[in-house]
């Protein structure tokens, strides 16, 4: 094989994330990162599975995608290291979160086991020193001194969410790069602030684009999977892929928000966007910028935000 040959190479997207992506293309190797759920299998209930079946399996996959068979698997979009890092302090305050509530249901559940209903608030610690179970007992020294470090654990929790909450609220006022620009932008809007807007920027907009609303709907796990097969037609709901938090968000933003409404990822660092609606577009209505031009978009069931870049001179939009 002479020394200039191109080298192509695929493995499975799982916990070793991206970097191995990144040393490939470093040294010039043609690499795709691959959905493992995307990869057809023999579906009989036994089926032989070694490293080497699986490696042979993928060698002709890739051969097939490498030939043009495009539908043969889904390649995972790789964000770059820059957009990866973007994305770790919204996903931190996720974890710190959940963290919090399992410390919080863990406590009260000590509580419950004794017969005890205290408040988690700053009162805490003077209702339990005084606190009885609920057959009239004084609270075990055992339990009391675990509550006491649970209550300890809960508080270094608070802590540190209130410090990642105004590191990433300083970084929307301050920040200079498109994730902060973005953020901003979205923050004028009515009903979103600086949580929704810090997790669609660094998820959605500051880090991606998007063609058409499918592929948004697509990332938010919102496209429809319909199952018809013969006589049978049945609804499967939406695909809920991607990051659920993102669902979520969406899915409690305000009434005051027009539901319904297509995104697409032309915001730069010049767009502005204020919460008013045009008129002009359909009846579900989008939020666009006062002087953008106004285009139709593509219902996806998401509600969230429209932008468009204002007509330069060479190409004007009546």
């Not at 009903?191 to 959605?204: D, I, R």
């Not at 429809?224 to 968000?249: C, F, H, K, N, T």
Request: aromatic letters at 4%; proline letters at 5%; charged letters at 25%.
């Amino acid at each position: 094989m002479p020394l200039g040959a191109p080298v192509r190479s695929c493995y499975e997207a799982g916990r070793d994330g991206f970097w191995l992506h990144w040393w490939l293309l470093a040294h010039e190797v043609e690499n795709v990162v691959v959905d493992s759920s995307s990869i057809e299998v023999n579906r009989r209930a036994r089926r032989a599975k070694t490293d080497r079946l699986d490696v042979s399996k993928l060698l002709a996959l890739r051969l097939r995608w490498h030939g043009g068979e495009r539908k043969v698997w889904s390649v995972v979009h790789v964000p770059s290291p820059e957009a990866e890092a973007h994305r770790q302090a919204t996903r931190e305050i996720a974890t710190v979160r959940e963290d919090r509530k399992c410390v919080r249901n863990r406590i009260q559940a000590l509580l419950a086991t004794q017969g005890i209903r205290l408040e988690l608030d700053a009162t805490f610690l003077a209702h339990l020193a005084t606190a009885q179970t609920g057959d009239g007992r004084v609270l075990p020294t055992a339990f009391h001194r675990r509550l006491e470090r649970e209550w300890a654990h809960l508080e270094a929790i608070d802590a540190r969410m209130t410090a990642l909450a105004a590191a990433r609220d300083a970084a929307i006022e301050t920040g200079t790069d498109r994730v902060a620009a973005i953020a901003r932008q979205l923050c004028t809007m009515r009903g979103v602030a600086e949580t929704s807007a810090a997790v669609f920027s660094a998820e959605l907009f500051g880090t991606r684009t998007f063609q058409n609303g499918r592929q948004l709907g697509a990332v938010m796990g919102l496209v429809p999977v319909p199952y018809r097969s013969d006589q049978r037609v049945r609804d499967q709901g939406i695909s809920r892929a991607g990051r659920a938090e993102l669902r979520r968000i969406a899915d409690t933003m305000p009434s005051g928000m027009p539901k319904h409404a297509a995104m697409t990822s032309a915001m730069s660092d010049s767009s502005t966007v204020i919460g008013r609606p045009c008129s002009s577009l359909p009846s579900t209505g989008s939020w666009v910028r006062s002087d953008s031009p106004r285009l139709p978009v593509t219902t996806v069931g998401v509600s969230v935000l429209v932008t468009v870049e204002p007509p330069s001179t060479e190409n004007e939009l009546s």
